[in-house]
């Protein structure tokens, strides 16, 4: 604020003393030329006169000639008065306009906006830098949990855009350099509601310089990385970087998975989709020989997680050196028929277009169909708003970075238990996966799964915490039953049970008990989370689901009860 | 030599002589006291305040305050005036002539801290 009115008093200065030597000029001439009053004697203007006189004449209102009829050369010099008055008076005004117009004025009034919306920020908030596809889906997503995020990107039309959204929530939003100590400072990062960084730019260095800043200037503050090379992966680890995602590992490994465990993938899969996004059908990708094109930081994950699970690859890229791609890699971008017929296209099984251009990515996967139309197509999508292209192309499975880091993200700051589930999970058979499977469909509509953390804390779960004050057993099977028909299950699955000393357990079964400090992972319909939270938190809810009696809740009905029964 | 220093020094140092002028004299004569001279100097200081709009260094604030000062001793005096010879039936008298002129003593006291500010800064940054 207080630069805006320094920028604005300096470049005034100018103006206003044109404005002042013209009004002065004009007032002095006034008063020195004679006059003549009615009578036909002599007369000078005074400079109350002359100064009344100017004022309206300079702003061109225009009384006439007071307080008697001029002479000629009063006149002469109010003429040249009118001109110098009043090109003074749109030099200042064109000065202010054009002050207005300013980028740099522009920016600081932007900048003070931001500082100030930051400073009224009273609930906790993520500071997210980088607003590209992934930084717009994450704040969406936290906003539809009601979470507040302040954004900071170099590109003003991200910004922009972002101001566009319809959110539930105000998200402050400032065009900066990113990497700036200064721009995080001013974006909140040492207010004491910043609940954690997250640096999801697309260039690596800049998301490192984040994560350091962070680091030496909030040590207790969680910081989330978007990260795209192995290298710089273990140089942000190196400094205690809390969370580190690299969209491709992520798909890579899951992309293996869908060949190994479809069950375990498809169990992955619903945990970590979009909310409420349709059911979707799962593909299952055939072995055989595989045609990779585009040998990037994706197309290498891939590779790796493949040939882990034994599965071969032909690469295909168009700068074979500068990749550092392996023996036997077909030169050439994939999208001509003949680069696909030299890697074999008629014997594939599958193919992969994992190139960073979109356009190209299409075009291989349409020409490889047409050269086989019975190859199952994996496409990578690198931008966002390229979504309805992608959609009607009708490919078998598509990577988007984006959605993949923001999904990631969000589920590690606000559901930190989904992620130890998954690590636990990943360990177990196939056979376990099905059977996980079955009950999650046994219990979903056409819709992915929601999943939710259920803490036993006076602050979420009141009735529970009482119930286990009077030593009344609750199990689990109290939680999961419909507070509005007693002998009806929620259509949830309870997954996973951390309890406070960190012992845990995969799907716990219904009996089991609960204590203070236990926490519960559950999927299933949005609606039984609604159901969950009224049980938990009213008493006479839960004591009803657990004993079958209702709680007399007056005291002359406690009383009456207790001596009836005693 | 830098312009902008030499602009305001002009105009601080002038608006204390001229403020001096008009000052000297008897008090209450209005023989003494010359109109043109409280006019030029409340024009010379009304731009040596604004030559120190949006000066962000320390004197350059404690500038703008003295000369902000001064103005508006100026502009009480000036009103004065015009309100004692035009709206009312006495006229200019000994006494209101008293009044501006210590107004305008007021905003000499004033001016002279300017320049001295101004000469020790001067004094002070040698370059």
Redesign the interface.
Same mark, same amino acid.
């Given at each position: 604020m207080k630069n805006i009115i320094y920028l604005l008093l300096r470049r005034m200065r100018l103006p206003l003393v044109a404005v002042i030597l013209a009004y002065a000029l004009s007032i002095i001439g006034m008063v020195l030329i004679p006059g003549q009053d009615d009578q036909g004697n002599p007369w000078r203007m005074s400079f109350f006169h002359a100064f009344y006189f100017v004022s309206f004449m300079g702003s061109t209102i225009g009384f006439g000639e007071i307080p008697f009829p001029f002479t000629d050369t009063q006149r002469l010099w109010t003429t040249a008065g009118m001109y110098m008055t009043v090109i003074a008076w749109l030099y200042a005004i064109g000065s202010l306009f054009s002050l207005f117009q300013d980028h740099a004025f522009r920016r600081s009034v932007a900048y003070a906006r931001f500082t100030r919306s930051v400073r009224h920020v009273r609930e906790p908030f993520y500071l997210v830098c980088g607003v590209g596809d992934a930084g717009n889906l994450l704040i969406r997503k936290l906003a539809d949990q009601g979470i507040r995020s302040v954004a900071i990107d170099r590109n003003d039309s991200r910004i922009q855009a972002l101001s566009l959204e319809d959110l539930r929530v105000d998200i402050p939003g400032l065009c900066a350099d990113v990497a700036d100590a200064s721009t995080l400072m001013a974006a909140g990062l040492l207010k004491h509601q910043c609940a954690g960084v997250l640096a999801l730019t697309d260039v690596d260095n800049v998301n490192l310089m984040i994560a350091i800043s962070s680091k030496l200037l909030a040590p207790n503050l969680p910081v989330l990385c978007r990260s795209e090379t192995h290298d710089s992966e273990a140089n942000m680890a190196s400094f205690g970087t809390d969370y580190i995602v690299n969209p491709y590992d992520v798909f890579a490994k899951r992309f293996a998975m869908m060949f190994q465990s479809p069950s375990m993938y498809l169990v992955y899969e619903w945990m970590t989709s979009i909310r409420e996004a349709p059911l979707r059908e799962f593909a299952r990708p055939p072995r055989g020989e595989w045609i990779l094109c585009g040998y990037g930081r994706f197309g290498k994950a891939v590779r790796e997680s493949l040939s882990f699970k034994g599965i071969h690859t032909t690469i295909v890229e168009a700068d074979i050196a500068g990749t550092a791609a392996p023996e036997g890699a077909i030169h050439g971008r994939g999208t001509e028929a003949i680069t696909l017929y030299e890697a074999g296209i008629e014997q594939a099984v599958g193919i992969i277009a994992g190139t960073d251009d979109d356009a190209n990515n299409l075009s291989i996967i349409m020409t490889a169909r047409d050269l086989n139309p019975a190859l199952f197509t994996i496409a990578r999508q690198n931008m966002q708003n390229n979504d309805a292209i992608f959609k009607v192309a009708d490919i078998d499975v598509l990577m988007q970075p984006g959605t993949i880091t923001a999904q990631r993200a969000v589920d590690l700051l606000t559901t930190p238990l989904l992620i130890d589930f998954l690590r636990l999970a990943g360990e177990q058979s196939e056979d376990w996966a099905n059977v996980l499977v079955s009950r999650v469909v046994g219990v979903l509509t056409d819709r992915t799964p929601e999943t939710w953390t259920m803490t036993i804390a006076r602050k979420y779960t009141p009735a529970v915490i009482e119930m286990l004050r009077e030593n009344t057993p609750v199990t689990l099977q109290a939680l999961i039953t419909d507070p509005r028909d007693s002998t009806a299950r929620l259509p949830c699955v309870p997954l996973f049970l951390q309890r406070a000393d960190y012992s845990e357990t995969l799907l716990p079964e219904d009996d089991t008990v609960l204590q203070a400090g236990d926490r519960v992972l559950f999927c299933g319909q949005d609606h039984a989370r609604t159901h969950m939270r009224w049980t938990v938190n009213n008493l006479h809810a839960l004591t009803y689901i657990c004993t079958g009696h209702d709680r007399p809740s007056g005291t002359v009905w406690r009383w009456l009860s207790k001596h009836q029964s005693g | 030599m830098n312009l902008e220093k030499v602009f305001f020094a002009f105009f601080i140092v002038l608006a204390l002589t001229l403020n001096f002028g008009f000052f000297l004299g008897e008090l209450d004569n209005p023989d003494h006291h010359n #109109?043109?001279e409280l006019?030029a100097a409340l024009?010379v200081s009304?731009?040596a305040t604004?030559?120190k709009?949006?000066?962000?260094a320390h004197i350059g604030a404690v500038l703008l305050a003295t000369s902000l000062v001064a103005d508006l001793q100026l502009i009480a005096a000036?009103i004065l005036?015009?309100v004692s #010879?035009?709206a009312t039936a006495a006229g200019m008298t000994p006494a209101i002539m008293a009044s501006i002129v210590s107004l305008s003593g007021g905003a000499l006291l004033a001016n002279i801290t300017s320049v001295i500010i101004l000469a020790t800064e001067t004094v002070m940054f040698r370059r």
């Open positions: - | #109109v043109y006019f024009v009304l731009i604004i030559l709009f949006g000066d962000r000036v005036w015009a #010879v035009n």
